[in-house]
C-alpha cells in the first residue's frame, strides 16, 4: 500500500513563508498525478494546487503568485513553497496522490498563520 508523509507545517507570522514536502513510499509518484489541498477548522477540504506532469500545474486563485508546487520525481518527493503567507492560509495541508481510479492521501501538516487579531490555538 503506498504512503504519503507530509512535513514543513508550522507557526509563521504574517508575510512569511514555509515549504511543505510530501515525500511518497511505493512506485506511484512518477505516475500520479500529485496535489495539495488544504483545510480550516470548520470548512471544507479544497484544493491549493495540482502537479500534472513536467512544467503542468494548476493552482487555487487564492493561492496564485504566492504559492509554487513542484515535484521531484527521483526522490518521490512533492514541494510546495509558500510565501507572503495570510491569516486565511491557516489550516491542515495535505497531499494526495491519483493514479488511474485510485486516492491515497498524507496524514495532514497544520500550518498557522498569525497577525494581529488572529487567535492562535495550540495543541499536541
Known amino acids: 500500500q503506498a504512503q504519503l508523509a507530509e512535513s514543513g507545517g508550522g507557526l509563521v507570522e504574517t508575510g512569511g513563508s514555509l515549504t511543505l514536502s510530501c515525500t511518497a513510499s511505493g512506485r506511484i509518484f512518477d505516475v500520479s498525478i500529485m496535489s495539495w489541498f488544504r483545510q480550516a477548522a470548520g470548512k471544507e477540504r479544497e484544493l491549493v494546487a495540482h502537479s500534472l506532469g513536467v512544467g503542468r500545474r494548476n493552482y487555487a486563485d487564492s493561492v496564485k503568485g504566492r504559492f509554487t508546487i513542484s515535484r521531484d520525481n527521483a526522490k518521490n518527493t512533492l514541494y510546495l513553497q509558500m510565501n507572503s503567507l495570510k491569516p486565511e492560509d491557516t489550516g491542515v495541508y495535505y497531499c494526495?496522490?491519483?493514479?488511474?481510479?485510485?486516492?491515497?492521501w498524507g496524514q495532514g501538516t497544520q500550518v498557522t498563520v498569525w497577525g494581529q487579531g488572529t487567535q492562535v490555538t495550540v495543541s499536541s
Open positions: 494526495r496522490a491519483m493514479y488511474g481510479k485510485t486516492e491515497v
